[in-house]
Every structure is written in C-alpha cells, then in structure tokens.
C-alpha cells in the first residue's frame, strides 16, 4: 500500500515538473514586451465613463490657434480622440488623467492643464476632439507615438458626502500612432 502512494506521488510530481518545463520551454514565463494589450488605430476602448478611439497623431511646432512658434520651444503631438461618453451624465474628459504618451516608448509624458482637457461631452452623443502633448524639450518628430489609455472606475469617494464617483486610473492598453508632419496626413 506504502509502495502504491509513493509510486503516485512521484507520477504527480514528474507530470508537474514535465508541465512547468514545457510552458518554459515554450516562453511562457518570460516577460510579454507589450504590458498593455495593443489596440488599432480608431479601434474604441471602454475607459470607464467613456468609449475613446485615438484616431490621428499630427506633429505641431506652431500653436493651432496663433501660427506662431511654441514659446517654450517643445514639439507637440496633437491627438485626434473620438469620444463618447457611455453615461448618463454630461461628464469632462480628463486626458492629463488617462493618457500617456512616448515618442521612444520607454518615456512617457501626459497632456499638463487646460491641454488635456477636451471639454464637457454629452451622454451617447460620438464627438471629435483634438488634444495637445508636449513632447520633452529636445525631442525630435518621431514617426510614431505610443499612447497608453487608462481608464477609470466607478467607485466610492472619500470626500465627505460626496458619494460614489469616477475615479482611480489603471493602464489598459496602447495604441501606436503613425504621426503625420504638420498639415499632412499619415
């Protein structure tokens, strides 16, 4: 009977052994290089109060709305976004909270201020809003970003009677965009 479970308990034993060396023969223990799952260019992504699309990339050395150079000097990306807002609430969409983005795709950079906000969206109504990302000072025009959406969740908040609200943000996938040079298309 002793003979019997030992004999068992080894065959359990080599075919856990034999299972773990094949997933790591095969690679499925190293690192995956993408961490966020990839996402196609104009593909939507549930972030929580929204569904966003990043639709375009364009590079700006001048400012949109003057034509005159940045004064700071830094390139910009301006993000082309499709929103739409899955609430039932008119609600603000905060790019400086669930956008990063990265020429090089090892450093990333979020839209600062008023530059990522894309203003107040009404409940199930698609819109087109543009973006701006300050890339870091001394970057060139890449061919490419990497944007890396992150959504929210609806949860408790802590201020005092304010209630459930949208909150938190947590990386949920990357897109790469192709960027187009000033008033081009790519």
């Known amino acids: 009977m002793r003979h019997r479970v030992l004999v068992a308990l080894l065959t359990v034993a080599a075919l856990a052994l034999l299972a773990v060396g094949a997933t790591w023969l095969l690679g499925g223990f190293r690192p995956s290089s993408d961490p966020w799952p990839r996402v196609a260019v104009g593909h939507p992504v549930d972030v929580g109060q929204f569904d966003l699309a990043v639709t375009r ?12 150079p940045y004064a700071d000097g830094a390139l910009r990306v301006l993000l082309d976004l499709r929103l739409e807002n899955t609430t039932d609430a008119t609600a603000g969409y905060r790019g400086d909270l669930l956008l990063d ?6 450093t990333f950079v979020r839209p600062t201020g008023t ?14 809003r543009q973006i701006e990302v300050a890339l870091p000072k001394g970057s060139s025009a890449p061919d490419e970003v990497f944007v890396v959406l992150s959504a929210q969740s609806y949860e408790w908040n802590n201020m005092i009677n304010a209630g459930p609200d949208w909150g ?4 949920r996938n990357l897109v790469v965009v192709p960027v187009s040079p000033p008033g081009g298309s790519a």
């Open 57 to 68: 990339a364009t590079m700006a050395s001048n400012d949109p709305s003057t034509g005159l």
């Open 101 to 106: 983005v990265s020429a090089d795709g090892r």
């Open 115 to 128: 530059d990522g906000y894309a203003g107040d969206l009404q409940p199930g109504l698609p819109e087109t």
């Open 168 to 171: 938190g943000s947590h990386r």
